[in-house]
């Protein structure tokens, strides 16, 4: 199940790693290996280089220490000023934020892409806060669906459009623990995808997804807490006819346990349940 996102934000610029297609964003190797990710890795000397943006911190994109000082050589001004992010933090003490402007080009120089054009930034900034809210819309989905058990999530599966809204307000609010960016190491479900494309690409062909995370999400069930790894693969699709860029997202729990396994069948059941069973159809002419 895909999202599509249309931003009436220009793309973002060369420089930046998710403006490359397919396989030249997976591979994308900026000088530096330094990583602000709260996700700390017991030996980050064995991990592949990643793409500059995998490697900062998922929703502010920025070194813990980076400033808010212009830059040398830095010809024009940018705004300072932090966008809150409506994702709460795993942590507790409210929402993330995202980077400002400053951070982010500040950030992307000490990463290693000095040919970044300050005039794009900001533009690239509002292009990625835009990506990290869609892809927690989806995750507050699934968790509205499940958090509550799979009967619950069978049950708003086979409402369609309906259960969707539905489930985007139901259940305790989750939070994001922490991320890990892996651009070169595509998800099982998109190596299909371009295994289809191959066999059929009238129906399948797409390019590679031009980034991958994992977003670590905290829900809470009853009294407990557990931990719900999600994957997130990031397309990038044909601009809209006015010009506007369209981005699609693919977010779905990893099968990293039996329930987590059943949670992705039964949505993928319900939705074909309520498309077979017409009710799809019912729901459209009432609508009407």
């Known amino acids: 199940m895909h999202q599509k996102l249309v931003t009436s934000t220009p793309p973002p610029p060369p420089s930046c790693p998710m403006h490359q297609k397919g396989a030249e964003a997976l591979a994308s190797t900026p000088r530096s290996s330094d990583s602000a990710c709260p996700y700390k890795p017991d030996d980050a ?3 592949k280089p990643r793409s500059t943006l995998s490697k900062l911190n998922p929703l502010n994109y920025m070194f813990s220490d980076l400033s808010q000082e212009r830059a040398p050589a830095q010809k024009i001004a940018l705004d300072v000023e932090r966008e809150p992010s409506t994702i709460p933090k795993g942590t507790g003490g409210g929402n993330w934020e995202y980077p400002s402007p400053q951070q982010m080009y500040n950030a992307l120089l000490r990463k290693g892409y000095d040919d970044t054009d300050p005039e794009a930034v900001t533009s690239m900034v509002s292009v990625h806060n ?3 809210e869609g892809a927690w819309k989806e995750i507050r989905v699934w968790e509205g669906m499940f958090s509550r058990g799979l009967a619950e999530g ?14 985007s307000q139901s259940g305790d609010e989750p939070s994001l623990m922490r991320f890990q960016g892996r651009p070169k190491d595509m998800t099982p479900k998109a190596a299909m995808t371009q295994v289809m494309g191959w066999l059929y690409p009238s ?18 069930v009853g009294d407990q807490v557990k931990e719900v790894r999600y994957v997130i693969d ?12 369209v981005f699609y997202l693919d977010v779905r729990p990893a099968v990293d346990s ?9 949505r993928a059941s319900g939705d074909l ?8 159809s019912r729901q459209t002419v009432s609508a009407n």
């Open 273 to 280: 349940w309520y498309k077979a069973s017409g009710a799809s």
């Open 258 to 266: 039996p329930i987590l396994a059943m949670e992705r069948m039964i």
């Open 234 to 245: 990031y397309y990038e699709g044909p601009d809209e006819a006015s010009g506007e860029p």
């Open 203 to 220: 129906k399948y062909k797409t390019e590679p997804p031009f980034d991958r995370h994992d977003w670590f999400v905290q829900r809470k």
């Open 154 to 167: 069978w049950r708003m599966s086979q409402k369609g459009e309906r259960g969707l809204a539905e489930a």
């Open 45 to 47: 000397s064995k991990l």
């Open 130 to 132: 835009f990506l990290n």
